[in-house]
């Protein structure tokens, strides 16, 4: 039987639409330094780093150049993922569970304000013959998808704007967030609109930060002064590049993550197993979406999300109230559920939990994602 391998350390910056005093070097700097101390080690006690950038969005070539001293690596192994923050936990689990590496951080940072052509960025992902002439606005893909999930569904505008009003409230408590707010319907709808359905408020803002966590297997954890924070599965999946060969009424990406982060984990009703669920909500609809396909309610009935029927989430105010931050969004909300199930939520703890869902998406134009469940057990 395998080792157990859990979070040691966890620390992320504030979440702010601007860091105008602040390079990301230092923002990066900051962070793995608190996670250390966290961790109750030292940058040499570190075997091995993933990072977890782009370089679209870093704005530079091959910007993991610029990476290693910052964050304790240089002289080390250092591995980048071009993909959302939670893979960089999925890629420091098999670094440990294959013997590679024995303590491993991972780092995602964002420093989305200095960059002026994000829609340019999300266009340059489409296929350049097809696809993109069609592509006034990036957000025309979510907003196809978002009217095909509510003509099934029966979700509405009104449903949509109650996520929105929801995660902002709750981001009122979390000061690592960016966003809070409260929002009222007519707020919300009446808002301009991106690409219809959706309207600027469905969709999350960008945000800088950087997120850090450290992994360990158990024999490792057990000595260390942080109470262990074990990774009991993960899981993740991709659907086709091509938009014309997508089930656009379902996160079919996201169903089969689940299945695999379920099964290792042992889970088998996740609505009742799980305490709490940290999902990305990128866009409103997004998180009835993610719910559904992760069967965190019956299919079909993602407005459980906002009747009080569900456990919590996005108890954190997801990305709509935290800010979406390019490349370290997933890990962010990593960084929260470590806080849940180590006692330290403050304001916006859910009671007496003990095991939790991550899931993060890369967002549009992709339609990959991963899942984590997390145990304090």
């Not at 080690?41 to 679209?56: N, R």
């Not at 969709?203 to 158990?218: C, F, K, S």
């Not at 939790?356 to 890369?362: A, E, H, Q, S, T």
Request: glycine share 10%; hydrophobic share 40%.
């Amino acid at each position: 039987m395998h080792e157990r391998i859990a979070i040691i350390g966890a620390a992320m910056s504030p979440l702010r639409a601007t860091y105008p005093e602040l390079s990301y070097k230092e923002l990066m700097f900051a962070t793995v330094s608190k996670a250390l101390l966290d961790a109750g080690i030292g940058k040499d006690d570190v075997d091995s780093l993933v990072t977890c950038s782009d370089d679209l969005w870093e704005g530079r070539s091959i910007g993991d150049e610029f990476v290693p001293d910052q964050i304790g690596g240089a002289l080390k192994p250092n591995n980048r993922i071009n993909a959302d923050g939670v893979y960089g936990v999925f890629q420091a689990f098999m670094q440990i569970r294959a013997k590679v590496a024995t303590i491993v951080t991972v780092v995602a940072h964002s420093k989305s304000s200095d960059l002026i052509t994000k829609n340019r960025i999300l266009n340059y992902a489409l296929d350049p013959v097809i696809e993109r002439p069609l592509a006034q606005h990036p957000y025309f893909i979510p907003a196809l998808e978002a009217t095909r999930y509510m003509y099934e569904t029966g979700i509405t505008p009104a449903d949509l704007a109650r996520v929105v009003i929801k995660n902002r409230q709750a981001a009122l408590k979390n000061p690592y967030a960016a966003y809070g707010a409260k929002l009222t319907p007519e707020t919300v709808q009446n808002s301009p609109t991106i690409s219809s359905p959706l309207t600027e408020l469905d969709a999350a803002y960008y945000a800088d930060g950087v997120a850090v966590v450290i992994l360990a297997p158990e024999s490792v954890a057990k000595n260390l002064k942080t109470k262990p924070v074990y990774v009991l599965g993960i899981g993740w999946d991709s659907e086709s590049a091509h938009l014309g060969a997508r089930n656009w009424g379902r996160a079919d990406y996201a169903y089969k993550a689940g299945i695999r982060v379920y099964e290792m984990a042992g889970i088998k009703n996740p609505a009742q197993e799980l305490d709490f669920a940290e999902i990305d909500d990128r866009f409103s609809y997004k998180e009835l979406m993610h719910a559904e396909a992760l069967r965190l309610v019956p299919e079909g009935q993602g407005k459980k999300v906002l009747t009080g029927e569900t456990m919590p989430i996005n108890p954190s105010g997801g990305y709509l109230g935290l800010g979406y931050a390019p490349n370290a969004a997933g890990l962010t909300r990593v960084v929260e559920a470590v806080f849940q199930l180590r006692g330290e939520a403050g304001s916006r703890q859910v009671k007496n939990a003990t095991k939790g869902l991550v899931f993060g998406w890369y967002g549009p134009p992709s339609a990959s994602g991963g899942a984590v469940i997390l145990g304090n057990e």
